[in-house]
């Protein structure tokens, strides 16, 4: 893990220009917002996730996450089918502020496609220059 700047990158993930990372498990994939995501939006007090079962696709909007300064649509890093809603999220969404790389996760998928959507996104390296420039841009 480095900080950046207050904001942390972790090691291992794979970063989205939408501010969502994505940790690879055993074929699956789990998903949600970074640090950078959830302290830009502040206190998230709803959560708006799609079911079980539900398809999301690489780019398209899956959900929402709601603070009290904005509501802001979550983009899906990979396609695929979902295999879990983190349901704590869903009753406490405040978890995502708390912890959005451990407690805060938002779904697990089965990937349809990871090998070449793993491409478009930026692994560990590329975030942290990444996230330098967003606070440079600050």
């Given at each position: 893990?480095v900080?950046?700047d207050?904001?942390e990158?972790?090691?291992?993930?794979?970063y989205s220009?939408?501010?969502e990372w994505?940790?690879v498990e055993?074929?699956?994939?789990?998903?949600?917002?970074t640090e950078?995501?959830?302290?830009?939006?502040?206190e998230i007090v709803?959560a708006?996730l799609p079911?079980?079962?539900?398809?999301v696709?690489?780019n398209?909007a899956y959900g929402?996450?709601e603070?009290v300064?904005?509501v802001s649509d979550?983009?899906?890093?990979?396609?695929?089918?979902?295999?879990?809603?983190?349901?704590?999220?869903?009753?406490?969404?405040?978890?995502?502020?708390?912890?959005?790389?451990?407690?805060?996760w938002l779904?697990?998928i089965?990937p349809?496609?990871?090998?070449?959507e793993?491409?478009k996104l930026?692994?560990?390296?590329?975030a942290?220059e990444?996230?330098?420039?967003?606070v440079?841009e600050?």
């Amino acid at each position: 893990m480095v900080k950046v700047d207050d904001f942390e990158v972790v090691e291992g993930l794979y970063y989205s220009k939408e501010y969502e990372w994505v940790r690879v498990e055993d074929g699956k994939v789990r998903i949600g917002i970074t640090e950078y995501a959830q302290k830009q939006l502040r206190e998230i007090v709803f959560a708006e996730l799609p079911s079980v079962g539900d398809e999301v696709k690489q780019n398209d909007a899956y959900g929402a996450m709601e603070s009290v300064k904005a509501v802001s649509d979550l983009i899906a890093p990979l396609s695929g089918k979902i295999e879990e809603v983190n349901q704590e999220v869903l009753d406490k969404p405040e978890l995502v502020n708390e912890d959005p790389y451990k407690k805060g996760w938002l779904l697990v998928i089965s990937p349809t496609n990871l090998n070449t959507e793993l491409k478009k996104l930026m692994d560990f390296d590329k975030a942290v220059e990444w996230h330098k420039e967003l606070v440079k841009e600050g």
